[in-house]
């Protein structure tokens, strides 16, 4: 099976192959902020088995959500870009 799509500005784009090493639903605090939902539902593929095409750009969300909240995590990157 082949899955493809791209950032939220179309720049980056990825084909994924095969099947899902994992799925799940992801309900902290900063999930439902950057996607503006109850949950985010992620794949996790073999990096082998993703090809990825365009220019790619990581960006900080939420330092000071983190800071606050989750004082334990420090990681506040999301990737791909935010154009």
């Known amino acids: 099976m082949e899955r493809s799509g791209g950032c939220a500005c179309g720049a980056l784009r990825f084909i994924a192959r095969g ?3 994992r799925v799940g639903l992801c309900h902290c605090l900063v999930c439902q902020r950057a996607h503006g939902a109850p949950y985010l539902a992620f794949a996790v593929f073999a990096r082998a088995a993703v090809a ?3 220019p790619y750009a990581a960006w900080e ?3 000071r ?3 606050a909240t989750l004082p334990y995590m420090r990681i506040s990157v999301r990737e791909p870009c935010r154009r």
């Open 19 to 21: 099947d899902a090493s």
């Open 65 to 67: 959500l983190l800071s």
């Open 52 to 54: 990825l095409c365009g």
């Open 61 to 63: 969300s939420s330092p």
